[in-house]
């Protein structure tokens, strides 16, 4: 329910904060103190369409803030939580309009869209007026009233999910033949691509392996090259037998002419030079023997670089004809062998669809018919309750109905097939129409009371507000609306504007609204009554500027809920 409502710079309205209650409220006050004010703040906080001219003449902005108690599992809690809030005990609603008529929207501190804002107003404030668009009037509600009102929840469910399993089977019915056409106008190129990949047959994670493989190979390749040409320098590189070996012996040869003949190699002056030249002969001889035993050991097979070489190459070139990656290429073939194996066996599977979807729709229908026969009877009954109502508010010619008929199959869904209207004829012998187009404002207001009475046990809305549902009316009728409102009041929080004595005296809390000039300027305040203060205002709408003892008395019976005696009304 709605507890405060916070006002700043709103027209005639400076600063205002009040606090309701559970209950019937009463707003009362002299034509033009303001009240309209006050519902069109609330308005800009439930998402209405912000205009400059809201933004008070000395002010460079207005706001508004409305707070509510929403009830355990009210339909806002899911709304916020589909934007990833939190769920709180408390809903804030805020709007801020600028003077250029530029606005903001919050709830809960969150800046949100005023399409959002607007959604969640709708939820938890319900505006009932002469000048309002109506719920009750648009035919759009009329099936989910009906169905509050007077048909199970276990029938609504079943029909819902009756749809969902007929709808569901109707789609994968659709979807395959939608593949099986696909698949016969393309039947030579599948036939063919499979074929092809079928002989590539790509394994999973192949281009991967091969990559490694390809890059191992290259580099033991690129290692022999570099162990052979090594090894090529070590060795005789012409038919003379020239190299590094023979070299070395041809030095030693040299240096040992220079020792006496006969000598020992220790006194020939180069042994130290023949002696490293020997340590050189063994070592190169050592360098070739271990070169050799690498060369003899290298993993190199110029064949099969070039086999992994044309595999790869050969997986990647399909990849790019079929506009896949390598790693896809096996569920793309497992998609072609599907697509082709549909082909086949294509018409089993359609028999067996539409099979299924033969048995979704009997039980959809079944279970639609027996929501009919429901709503029927409720229909019925909605009727007689509504139509007890209409001759205290004076609409004792009035006749309601509540129509159920059975829409085209186009039409069809997860609510069922019916089409729920509620019309009213307004005199005798007049055919019945929409709600809107035939009633006049006060007419269409009362039968807004008279259906809320009987509906409001299921509103899933827990704020209604009323602005001016007794006008034009008094005496009686206005005593039939004040109970009325007090009926629906009982279940929901109600906040109604009134010119009625009769309705003021049922209210539970009484707020007057007023005009009164502050610092040589006019402004809008309002006040809650005291049962004193609440007497004289009663009193004021009995009697007018001039308030008798009598008006006082006729007050007292009204507040005690007894009829005035006649001729106290000026």
Same mark, same amino acid.
């Given at each position: 329910?709605?507890?405060?409502?916070?006002?700043?710079?709103?027209?005639?309205?400076?600063?205002?904060?009040?606090?309701?209650?559970?209950?019937?409220?009463?707003?009362?006050?002299?034509?033009?103190?303001?009240?309209?004010?006050?519902?069109?703040?609330?308005?800009?906080?439930?998402?209405?369409?912000?205009?400059?001219?809201?933004?008070?003449?000395?002010?460079?902005?207005?706001?508004?803030?409305?707070?509510?108690?929403?009830?355990?599992?009210?339909?806002?809690?899911?709304?916020?939580?589909?934007?990833?809030?939190?769920?709180?005990?408390?809903?804030?609603?805020?709007?801020?309009?600028?003077?250029?008529?530029?606005?903001?929207?919050?709830?809960?501190?969150?800046?949100?869209?005023?399409?959002?804002?607007?959604?969640?107003?709708?939820?938890?404030?319900?505006?009932?007026?002469?000048?309002?668009?109506?719920?009750?009037?648009?035919?759009?509600?009329?099936?989910?009233?009906?169905?509050?009102?007077?048909?199970?929840?276990?029938?609504?469910?079943?029909?819902?999910?009756?749809?969902?399993?007929?709808?569901?089977?109707?789609?994968?019915?659709?979807?395959?033949?939608?593949?099986?056409?696909?698949?016969?106008?393309?039947?030579?190129?599948?036939?063919?691509?499979?074929?092809?990949?079928?002989?590539?047959?790509?394994?999973?994670?192949?281009?991967? !392996?091969?990559?490694?493989? %390809? =890059?191992?190979? +290259?580099?033991? *390749? @690129?290692?022999?090259?570099?162990? &052979? $040409? /090594?090894?090529?320098?070590?060795?005789?590189?012409?038919?003379?037998?020239?190299?590094?070996?023979?070299?070395?012996?041809?030095?030693?040869?040299?240096?040992?002419?220079?020792?006496?003949?006969?000598?020992?190699?220790?006194?020939?002056?180069?042994?130290?030079?023949?002696?490293?030249?020997?340590?050189?002969?063994?070592?190169?001889?050592?360098?070739?023997?271990?070169?050799?035993?690498?060369?003899?050991? !290298?993993?190199?097979?110029? %064949? =099969?670089?070039? +086999?992994?070489? *044309? @595999?790869?190459?050969?997986?990647? &070139? $399909? /990849?790019?004809?079929?506009?896949?990656?390598?790693?896809?290429?096996?569920?793309?073939?497992?998609?072609?062998?599907?697509?082709?194996?549909?082909?086949?066996?294509?018409?089993?599977?359609?028999?067996?669809?539409?099979?299924?979807?033969?048995?979704?729709?009997?039980?959809?229908?079944?279970?639609?018919?027996?929501?009919?026969?429901?709503?029927?009877?409720?229909?019925?009954?909605?009727?007689?309750?509504?139509?007890?109502?209409?001759?205290? =508010?004076?609409?004792?010619?009035?006749?309601?109905?509540?129509?159920?008929?059975?829409?085209?199959?186009?039409?069809?869904?997860?609510?069922?097939?019916?089409?729920?209207?509620?019309?009213?004829?307004?005199?005798?012998?007049?055919?019945?129409?929409?709600?809107?187009?035939?009633?006049?404002?006060?007419?269409?207001?009362?039968?807004?009371?008279?259906?809320?009475?009987?509906?409001?046990?299921?509103?899933?809305?827990?704020?209604?507000?009323?602005?001016?549902?007794?006008?034009?009316?008094?005496?009686?009728?206005?005593?039939?609306?004040?109970?009325?409102?007090?009926?629906?009041?009982?279940?929901?929080?109600?906040?109604?504007?009134?010119?009625?004595?009769?309705?003021?005296?049922?209210?539970?809390?009484?707020?007057?609204?007023?005009?009164?000039?502050?610092?040589?300027?006019?402004?809008?305040?309002?006040?809650?009554?005291?049962?004193?203060?609440?007497?004289?205002?009663?009193?004021?709408?009995?009697?007018?500027?001039?308030?008798?003892?009598?008006?006082?008395?006729?007050?007292?019976?009204?507040?005690?809920?007894?009829?005035?005696?006649?001729?106290?009304?000026?």
């Amino acid at each position: 329910m709605l507890t405060a409502l916070s006002i700043r710079d709103v027209v005639l309205i400076e600063r205002l904060d009040l606090a309701f209650e559970s209950g019937l409220t009463v707003l009362t006050g002299e034509t033009g103190a303001g009240k309209s004010i006050l519902l069109d703040s609330l308005g800009l906080a439930l998402g209405a369409r912000a205009e400059s001219g809201l933004v008070r003449a000395s002010a460079e902005q207005a706001s508004v803030t409305a707070c509510f108690f929403p009830p355990d599992g009210h339909p806002v809690v899911s709304v916020l939580a589909e934007q990833g809030w939190e769920a709180e005990d408390e809903v804030v609603l805020r709007r801020i309009v600028l003077k250029d008529g530029r606005s903001r929207a919050f709830i809960n501190d969150h800046p949100v869209g005023v399409g959002l804002l607007r959604r969640i107003g709708a939820l938890l404030v319900e505006v009932q007026g002469q000048h309002e668009q109506m719920s009750l009037a648009d035919p759009a509600s009329h099936a989910g009233l009906l169905d509050a009102f007077g048909v199970p929840m276990a029938l609504r469910s079943a029909v819902s999910d009756a749809w969902r399993i007929w709808h569901d089977a109707l789609v994968r019915l659709e979807n395959a033949r939608e593949a099986i056409a696909a698949a016969a106008r393309d039947e030579e190129w599948l036939r063919h691509a499979f074929a092809e990949l079928a002989t590539l047959a790509p394994r999973v994670g192949e281009e991967e !392996a091969l990559a490694r493989e %390809r =890059l191992r190979l +290259q580099q033991n *390749e @690129r290692r022999a090259e570099a162990i &052979a $040409s /090594a090894l090529a320098e070590l060795t005789p590189r012409d038919r003379r037998g020239a190299g590094p070996a023979a070299s070395l012996r041809a030095a030693s040869r040299a240096l040992q002419r220079l020792a006496p003949s006969g000598d020992a190699v220790g006194d020939n002056p180069a042994g130290p030079a023949l002696a490293a030249l020997e340590r050189a002969e063994e070592a190169l001889a050592e360098a070739e023997t271990l070169l050799s035993r690498l060369i003899a050991d !290298a993993d190199v097979d110029p %064949r =099969l670089l070039e +086999q992994s070489e *044309e @595999r790869l190459f050969a997986l990647r &070139a $399909s /990849a790019r004809k079929h506009s896949v990656q390598v790693p896809d290429l096996p569920v793309l073939l497992d998609t072609l062998s599907g697509r082709l194996a549909a082909l086949e066996t294509g018409a089993a599977e359609i028999s067996e669809l539409e099979q299924a979807a033969r048995a979704g729709r009997e039980r959809y229908l079944a279970a639609a018919a027996a929501l009919s026969a429901s709503r029927g009877a409720a229909a019925g009954k909605l009727q007689k309750a509504v139509g007890k109502e209409l001759p205290p =508010l004076r609409l004792d010619k009035a006749r309601f109905f509540a129509e159920v008929g059975v829409l085209p199959e186009a039409g069809w869904g997860p609510n069922g097939m019916d089409q729920v209207r509620f019309l009213i004829a307004t005199n005798p012998g007049q055919e019945p129409g929409p709600l809107a187009r035939v009633a006049s404002g006060g007419e269409l207001s009362r039968l807004m009371l008279a259906m809320k009475v009987v509906l409001s046990a299921g509103s899933a809305v827990p704020t209604l507000v009323f602005d001016e549902v007794d006008s034009g009316v008094g005496g009686a009728t206005a005593a039939a609306v004040g109970e009325r409102l007090a009926r629906v009041a009982e279940g929901l929080q109600v906040l109604v504007v009134t010119h009625s004595p009769q309705v003021a005296a049922r209210g539970a809390a009484h707020l007057r609204v007023a005009k009164a000039a502050l610092r040589d300027r006019t402004a809008t305040t309002v006040e809650r009554l005291t049962p004193d203060e609440r007497r004289e205002e009663i009193a004021r709408m009995l009697a007018g500027e001039t308030i008798s003892d009598a008006a006082r008395a006729a007050a007292d019976d009204l507040l005690r809920g007894q009829k005035p005696p006649q001729g106290v009304l000026v």
